[in-house]
């Protein structure tokens, strides 16, 4: 096998290695901001509680809609476009936030 051959690879494989790797950080965030709501619920409907789901449910939404825009542009045939830095920050945020809020719900 000459050099050329061996450093080939298809391109098609990391933007589908990467949209796995946007559906399943989008489930682990689904599964962190559900529990958050169970758990600020579990001593009875308060406005603290109630106020962490609202956070917790809109910290979700923000980050799934980053998530859905990259995950469609990497399903397309056409190489993806760069992450912009502002989507980046927005997901890295989102995500952040969504942790904190969880465990300042659990704690």
């Not at 965030?29 to 809109?58: I, N, Q, Y």
């Not at 760069?82 to 890295?92: I, L, W």
């Amino acid at each position: 096998m000459s050099a050329p051959e061996r450093g080939a690879r298809d391109p098609g494989l990391q933007p589908e290695r990467t949209r796995l790797a946007w559906r399943r950080t989008t489930l682990t965030a689904t599964v962190v901001a559900v529990l958050a709501g169970k758990s600020a619920l579990r001593d009875g409907p308060g406005a603290a509680a109630f106020a962490g789901c609202v956070l917790c449910c809109g910290l979700w939404l923000g980050f799934l809609g980053v998530a859905h825009r990259r995950i469609r542009a990497l399903s397309g045939g056409v190489p993806p476009e760069t992450f912009t830095p502002r989507h980046a920050g927005t997901a890295a945020l989102c995500t952040i936030a969504l942790a904190v809020c969880a465990t300042a719900l659990v704690l």
